[in-house]
């Protein structure tokens, strides 16, 4: 089994919907959890970064941080076409394990 | 403030030979990682730099090597290629690495192994 489990999709929802993207973890070390967008023939761009449990919003985003269920969100609000990319999840422990542990991405198609 | 560079872009290569992947971090990051990315296993951490010295390594055979320069440009080495490298190869710059770091990413560099 994975350390993090993410739902590869493809996901697919009209333009102006909700979107809620999940992960969830089996190590209950991990304490930063980040989230990636990816667009095709790109490399990952940091969307998202909160630290342990609890809600960040950003715009049209929010990440939301569950430890006690190991498990992590993302909602985009007002989903547009442009969202259409892979959302990957990312998770490290400590201040002494820099290693990042990854999900294997959600791919999301907005359709207009 | 230009981004980080990976080059080539891509590449095709036979099993058995050895490739290297170069990446130029943005101006004033220390701290160079290397990952692998496959639709099965997603992205996997292979080593990270600082300073020319390697710092953290994933769990990645021997073939894959690498190395940073003093101007913290860093290279990535895979030798006798197997079918099973074919891959993305990303590389991300941060500052000092440190675990409250941002990450960023270069586009990559698309390895096809025949």
């Known amino acids: 089994q994975k350390e993090v489990e993410q739902d590869p999709g493809p996901l697919s929802v009209p333009e102006g919907a909700i979107v809620s993207l999940n992960c969830t973890y089996s190590?209950?070390?991990?304490?930063?959890f980040m989230w990636y967008r990816q667009y095709s023939r790109k490399g990952p761009e940091l969307l998202m970064y909160?630290?342990s449990s609890g809600n960040k919003e950003d715009g049209r985003f929010t990440a939301q941080v569950d430890k006690s269920s190991k498990y992590i969100s993302l909602f985009i609000r007002d989903s547009q076409p442009s969202d259409s990319a892979t959302y990957l999840c990312?998770?490290?422990?400590?201040?002494?394990?820099?290693?990042?542990?990854w999900g294997a991405g959600t791919k999301l198609i907005i359709k207009p | 403030k230009a981004g980080v560079t990976q080059t080539p872009r891509y590449l095709i290569k036979t099993r058995g030979q050895q490739v290297t992947l170069s990446c130029s971090p943005i101006?004033?990051?220390?701290?160079v990682s290397w990952y692998q990315q496959t639709p099965g296993q997603g992205l996997q951490f292979l080593f990270e730099?600082?300073?020319?010295?390697?710092?953290n390594k994933g769990n990645f055979p021997g073939r894959f090597s690498g190395r940073q320069f003093s101007n913290s440009r860093s290279e990535m080495n895979v030798s006798t290629l197997e079918l099973g490298d074919s891959a993305l190869y990303l590389c991300?710059?941060?500052?000092?690495?440190?675990?409250?770091?941002?990450?960023?990413f270069g586009a990559g560099t698309r390895l096809s192994v025949l």
């Open positions: 991300a710059s941060s500052l000092t690495g440190d675990f409250q770091n941002i990450q960023y």
């Open positions: 101006s004033g990051h220390r701290s």
């Open positions: 730099y600082f300073s020319e010295t390697q710092r």
């Open positions: 190590n209950s070390a991990f304490q930063y």
């Open positions: 909160t630290y």
């Open positions: 990312a998770m490290r422990g400590g201040y002494s394990n820099y290693q990042l542990i």
